[in-house]
Nanobody, 123 residues
Framework: QVQLVESGGGLVQAGGSLRVSCAAS????????LGWFRQAPGKDREFVAA????????DYADSVKGRFTISRDNAKNAVYLQMNSLKPEDTAIYYC????????????????WGQGTQVTVSS
């Protein structure tokens, strides 16, 4: 079992920056790939970014490439999503998830999920 707890969401103006964090705990949590997904009201959950267990591989959705950066610190059992140049369309609940399948974008390949943190970008 892996437990995931997100934090760091909030309200920011368009063009601003925000960093969300996810604390992982549980057996072998550092051996999982970790990903960020988001879900806006009335929309499906969508892949944002993922990072391998070692941190050596990262993958991003086209919509956030060049603006968002995912990183992890296995010593702290944490994963981060640095979000820059935020746009109103980035407004969503952001979820952290853990997968044994690597940096996949398919949410069905993630076994553990956090409760989410709200990110709101005002125009």
């Amino acid at each position: 079992q892996v437990q995931l707890v997100e934090s760091g969401g909030g309200l920011v103006q368009a063009g601003g920056s925000l960093r969300v964090s996810c604390a992982a705990s549980g057996r072998h949590s550092s051996s999982y790939a970790l990903g960020w997904f988001r879900q806006a009201p009335g929309k499906d959950r969508e892949f944002v970014a993922a990072i391998s267990w070692s941190g050596g591989r990262t993958d991003y959705a086209d919509s956030v490439k060049g603006r968002f950066t995912i990183s992890r610190d296995n010593a702290k059992n944490a994963v981060y999503l640095q979000m820059n140049s935020l746009k109103p369309e980035d407004t969503a609940i952001y979820y952290c998830a853990a997968s044994v399948f690597g940096t996949v974008s398919d949410h069905s390949r993630y076994d553990y999920w956090g409760q989410g943190t709200q990110v709101t970008v005002s125009s």
